[in-house]
């Protein structure tokens, strides 16, 4: 029972006391009335406050008034003055101390009163009892006052220790709050004694949890937002208890309130998070590791479910459970366990989920004993690659394998097995170059898929991979039987590629070189078999052939070819070559009229290296533009020296066809005579007529600049290519040297047929003519017969040093003659054909 309470209840029964004392005194009198009433009064209150305990101040001053009122009527100015100290003990009834004082000194003065006033023994007693009475009941109400507030001061330290806000409900609505609400929320503890304050604060979508009615005998946690006095939401929990009376009767609630905001939202974004990764589209899986070794699925996304596919349910699945007979299954469940077990923090792979989706799997370590797999899907950045591959591996005009896929596929072949065999047919068009531009590029274009065509249809089904190397170059690689067949395969090829081809109603024919080389008998790689197979190729063209297989043997320096290129390329830069001169003479007048300049290379180890040899490596080495300006620069030199003793002699440098398509090669040359003050007119260039038939457009526009600069430009070895003599007349050219082969096979044609008719027919076209290769005098004799203008050969000088041939010129010059001398082995001493 409240404090106040007890109090009410004393009064009552001191007015009673004061009453009876009063009328066994003087008989009932209007101050008894109001003792009366006040009496009344006094009850109805204890039995209100009981009820209603915060009506403890209103009803001191209803009291009070009451009271006053009883003094006013008329008692007696002692009574007056124990009413006043009642009065001020009401008003003190919270300060236990000043009640108690009050309530002794009040029951003093009426005990006194009365035992002054009437000296009688019973109103004494009764004064004392009453005495007794009040000090019983103030100490009572100092020890429940002070439990109350020891209670207050408990419930302000927990409130204060938690964040959390104590309180308790009201009878009329509204709840007594403990301070920390203040701390809390930012509202005064008194705000919420305002029955309609709690509804203000909480958010509407709450309020049906806030306002519920709990079950008293399991009232349950509840949850809900409050707007603070900042204006923010707060989440905050509500722990209820029921408080009861002594019979055990439901009254009213009190709790305690905690603030949560921070956990709550803390487990929204968690719950968020975990939507979001449950509806990501990224497969994420959880594996905890078991004390056995085991591992077993504890965390699994819908994305990651469907991946692994294999059943409806991933979590609490262990590995074993989950492996089948898929490799990347199994991959993955490897990678997985080497992650487990420490070997690594972290393993990536591409995984190939069953409906063709390609998925990169993360695998990594979380805890000692957790893992986590995260699916990707990237089937369309692999999709994209995969293009992107084929791509940039396909010819685009063709539709053929490129030169990258074809030194791929080579690479992949052999690194599949080492001993597998497998040909190369490498192919180069003629004449394809004179189509293009002749009939532009589109029919190049028309024609080049057609030619393609052909060369996949003559393609072993199977065993051959056609590839286009780039511009007019094909090749094939042949794999299991096909490689015995490769020489036959090459034939079919040809036959294929040389059959007319009929574009826009023209009927267009290109010719094919192959050359074939062979793994692992000629090469030990792929990209040495495709050199091997471009070696071959090239002799090909050069001995005019369709095919040529590479024979290493026949080539005893092929095994040193790339240590030779690198050589040469000091041999340039150290001056390791030489230059001889061969004489070229006049036929009709047995005169030296000038010389061919021949480069030599003596090689340090290999010795002496055939020009052929070293000019196809430069060619194919691209050094043949270094060759060609260090034997240009000597020859002319050499040639200023000669024209000092003979200022009409002239002297021929050989070019190879590549020459022509530098573009600075005319002003070089023109640059190095005028530099040695010779006359452009004394320089002959000689082109090997294989190698101009090829490449005619762009390397005629050069032989007619050299021309159109006054310098000599002749066709080398001619009889060895394709070029009729009609072709002859289209060229800028002044003569013609006609290969050695038709000099040498007019010994055994008495009549010399051949080789007159290509004297006869070169000079028919207005050009010269210089006999190569003679050997005996017979030979010389016939081209006196003939009418060759100039001749060149062992018979009239070997190639010599320089110096050589101006002793020579200088004998020449002061007998006026050539000298004779029966040793063709010399270029000082050439023997004189007889006339
Ligand atoms: P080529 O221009 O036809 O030169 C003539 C070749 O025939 C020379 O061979 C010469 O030594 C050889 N020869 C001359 N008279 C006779 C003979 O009576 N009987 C025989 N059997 N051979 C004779 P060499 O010097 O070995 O040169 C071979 C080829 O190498 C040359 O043929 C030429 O095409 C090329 N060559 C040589 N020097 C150079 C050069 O500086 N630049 C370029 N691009 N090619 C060169
Ligand atoms: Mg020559
Ligand atoms: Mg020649």
Redesign the pocket.
């Known amino acids: 029972m409240k404090l106040c309470s007890w109090m009410w209840l004393f009064r009552a029964v001191l007015l009673t006391a004061i009453l009876i004392a009063g009328i066994v005194d003087d008989g009932f009198g209007r101050s008894d009335l109001l003792v009366v009433i006040a009496m009344v009064v006094s009850a109805v209150l204890f039995v209100w406050s009981r009820r209603v305990p915060a009506i403890d101040r209103p009803l001191t001053v209803l009291d009070s008034v009451l009271l006053i009122g009883l003094a006013v009527a008329g008692l007696t100015p002692p009574a007056a003055l124990a009413i006043g100290i009642i009065i001020l003990a009401q008003a003190a009834a919270f300060r236990p101390i000043y009640a108690a004082a009050a309530y002794v000194g009040v029951v003093s003065t009426i005990a006194v009163l009365y035992t002054t006033r009437d000296h009688t023994p019973h109103a004494g007693l009764s004064a004392l009892a009453l005495c007794l009475l009040g000090g019983i009941l103030v100490v009572r109400a100092v020890r429940l006052n002070m439990a109350a507030r020891s209670g207050d001061e408990r419930d302000r330290l927990i409130a204060g220790s938690i964040d959390a806000m104590i309180w308790e409900e009201l009878p009329e609505g509204g709840y007594r709050m403990s301070d920390s609400s203040e701390r809390i929320l930012g509202y005064p503890a008194k705000a919420w004694l305002d029955p309609e304050f709690l509804a203000s604060v909480v958010h509407p979508d709450d309020l049906p949890a806030a306002e519920a009615d709990p079950d008293p005998d399991n009232p349950l946690p509840t949850t809900f937002r409050v707007r603070d006095s900042s204006g923010r939401w707060r989440w905050v929990e509500n722990h209820l208890t029921s408080i009861r009376d002594i019979h055990g009767r439901h009254r009213s609630f009190a709790g305690i309130t905690v603030d949560r905001t921070r956990e709550i939202e803390a487990e929204h974004d968690v719950r968020a998070f975990g939507r979001l990764v449950k509806g990501s589209p990224v497969g994420h899986m959880l594996l905890g590791c078991a004390g056995d070794g085991s591992m077993k699925v504890t965390a699994a996304n819908d994305a990651a479910t469907a991946i692994i596919g294999r059943t409806d349910r991933l979590v609490g699945r262990s590995l074993d459970e989950l492996t089948n007979g898929d490799a990347s299954v199994r991959e993955l469940f490897g990678l997985l366990r080497s992650v487990a077990s420490g070997a690594r923090e972290k393993g990536q792979m591409e995984y190939h989920g069953g409906d063709g989706h390609v998925f990169q799997a993360t695998v990594r370590s979380l805890t000692d004993d957790s893992c986590s797999i995260d699916f990707l899907d990237i089937t369309e950045r692999v999709e994209s690659h995969r293009r992107l591959h084929e791509q940039a591996r396909c010819d685009d005009l063709t539709g053929l394998p490129n030169r990258r896929a074809l030194t791929e596929y080579l690479d992949a072949h052999i690194a599949r097995d080492a001993a597998a065999p497998l040909a190369l047919l490498s192919m180069d068009l003629t004449a394809f170059k004179e189509i293009n531009e002749a009939l532009g590029h589109e029919t190049g274009d028309l024609l080049l898929r057609q030619i393609s065509d052909r060369v996949r249809e003559s393609c072993p089904a199977g065993d051959g991979y056609a590839v286009r190397k780039g511009g007019d170059e094909f090749a094939v690689v042949l794999t299991g039987q096909a490689v015995d067949r490769a020489e036959a395969v090459a034939a079919s090829l040809v036959d294929g590629i040389t059959r007319p081809v009929l574009i826009d109603g023209l009927r267009l024919r290109v010719g094919v070189s192959v050359g074939i080389a062979r793994y692992p008998s000629d090469a030990e790689s792929g990209a040495e078999v495709l050199r091997r197979a471009d070696i071959a190729l090239y002799r090909a063209k050069q001995r005019g052939l369709t095919v040529e297989v590479y024979e290493p043997d026949s080539d005893p320096l092929s095994r040193g070819r790339l240590a030779l290129v690198a050589d040469l390329e000091s041999a340039i830069a150290r001056d390791e070559l030489t230059l001889h001169h061969?004489p070229v003479i006049n036929v009709a007048s047995g005169r030296m009229v000038g010389s061919?300049?021949?480069?030599r290379w003596f090689h340090p180890t290999a010795g002496p290296v055939?020009?052929?040899l070293f000019?196809e490596l430069a060619e194919s080495s691209g050094q043949i533009r270094d060759?060609?300006r260090w034997?240009l620069r000597r020859a002319i030199a050499d040639l200023a020296a000669s024209l000092e003793v003979d200022p009409n002699f002239r002297t021929s440098?050989?070019?190879?066809v590549r020459n022509l398509y530098e573009a600075e090669l005319v002003p070089a040359i023109l640059g190095m005579l005028a530099a040695a003050g010779v006359a452009p007119d004394r320089l002959i260039l000689?082109i090997?007529e294989g190698g101009l038939m090829d490449d005619q457009a762009a390397a005629i526009e050069t032989l007619q600049a050299l021309r159109d600069a006054g310098i000599g430009v002749w066709i080398?070895?001619f009889g060895t290519g394709h070029s009729s003599f009609a072709r002859l007349r289209s060229l800028p050219i002044d003569g013609v040297?006609i290969d050695?082969s038709f000099v040498s096979g007019a010994a055994a044609d008495p009549e010399g047929v051949l080789l007159a008719s290509m004297i006869e027919l070169v000079h028919a076209l207005g050009l010269r003519v210089v006999a190569?290769?003679?050997?005996t005098d017979e030979q010389f004799e016939l081209l006196g017969r003939f009418g060759s203008d100039s001749a060149?050969?062992?018979?009239l000088g070997r190639?010599a040093p320089v110096e050589d041939l101006h002793t020579r010129l200088a004998g020449a010059s002061t007998n006026g003659s050539r000298p004779a001398t029966a040793d063709p082995a010399t270029l000082a001493a050439p023997r004189v054909p007889g006339r």
């Open positions: 061969q061919e300049a021949l480069c055939s020009p052929e000019v060759l060609t034997v440098v050989n070019l190879s000689e090997t080398d070895d040297k050695r190569e290769g003679v050997e060149q050969g062992y018979l190639p």
